[in-house]
């Protein structure tokens, strides 16, 4: 529950290539202006100067990305090879990401698929924000899958909490906190798509961690499954009454799943990973994924910028 320093740095996974840390929350992974004292870009140059890339604006590059008040996984790669085949794998839809997550009230079903279209909200006063199709001022809607699995429910600070497990099966901007939102159980701490609490006191972050992290590239499988933040021994607040389903179990089948194989072609934009499986269920067989469509000079040169060097979206 400590804030962020620039000392506290937890580095998870470690080769020639890749670095993979565990982002502390309320920390941005980079960021262009002055009054931002501390980012995650500035914790890695004071362990790892020697790492630091001088053709980078930031010194590294950031294989995806993380909200700001988002903790977890983080893939940072080492050199611009690495960052090709961390890239082409992520185009490829071939990473698998989960994340752990305390929403707001008891969820009914035990597992379910959100398939909310996600787009920009234009609406005055809430720039910089998503929302779900159908949604007042909702721009260019896209379609978005999250896999959930209610993993125990309890209570949070005395109010009604569920705990579970979310896996992004496409990549939108906010959309684990978008769907949980749409669902009537936002994620608890999320002031930007969360419910006005009655109560003066707020938690002390929002309570999304990206918890396991898969990158199959060719030359090296990345994988990570980070500490669970959401337990009471580091959070008195939160108190667990009713197992739903066990955690370890629902990870060993992500461990267990096969990779989609590039060669066929790889999932489209919006096609779905290997979902989690169900309780007591084992995993399903991984789907036949469609022809993928020849690159376009958009993609390519989109490509090329990103191997030149990762910049994430401006901060706001």
């Known amino acids: 529950m400590e804030p962020g320093s ?54 590294f590059r950031f294989c995806h990305q993380l909200d700001f008040s988002t903790s977890g996984a983080l893939c940072v ?10 890239y082409r794998c992520f185009k490829e839809r071939r990473v698998t990401k989960a994340y752990l997550a305390l929403v707001r009230g008891h969820i009914q079903e035990s597992q379910m698929t ?3 279209a996600i787009g920009r909200n234009s609406t005055e006063g809430r720039a910089h924000t998503m929302c ?14 999250t896999e959930l699995v209610v993993l125990e429910l309890g209570l949070y600070a005395g109010d009604p909490v569920s705990k579970v497990l979310l896996q992004p099966l496409t990549g939108r901007t906010h959309q684990l906190r978008v769907h949980c939102s749409a669902l009537g159980h936002p994620v608890v701490g999320d002031l930007t798509y969360g419910q006005a609490s009655g109560g003066e006191d707020q938690p ?12 199959p590239t060719h030359t090296e499988c990345v994988e990570v499954c980070t500490s669970d933040p959401f337990v009471p021994a580091l959070d008195p607040c939160w108190s667990p009454h009713t197992l739903v389903q066990p955690l370890d179990q629902l990870i060993q089948a992500l461990r267990a799943a096969p990779d989609p194989d590039p060669t066929e072609g790889g999932p489209g934009p919006c096609s779905p990973s290997t979902p989690l499986p169900g309780p007591g269920q084992p995993p399903p067989p ?6 993928k469509p020849p690159e376009t000079e958009a993609q390519r040169a989109s490509c090329l910028q990103w191997l030149s060097e990762w910049t994430l979206e401006p901060d706001h």
């Open 6 to 59: 620039v000392e506290n740095l937890c580095i998870v996974y470690r080769s020639r290539d890749f670095l993979v840390v565990n982002k502390h929350w309320d920390v941005r992974i980079d960021s262009k202006t002055w009054r931002e004292t501390l980012t995650l870009q500035k914790q890695l140059r004071h362990r790892f100067p020697e790492l630091a890339d001088p053709d980078t604006y930031y010194g």
């Open 77 to 86: 790669a080492l050199n611009k090879a690495a960052a090709g085949s961390a």
């Open 114 to 116: 959100v398939s909310y």
């Open 132 to 145: 779900i199709e159908g949604t007042q001022g909702c721009e260019n809607p896209k379609p978005s899958l």
């Open 204 to 215: 002390f972050r929002m309570m999304l961690h990206a918890f396991y992290l898969r990158i």
């Open 286 to 291: 991984p789907a036949k994924p469609p022809a």
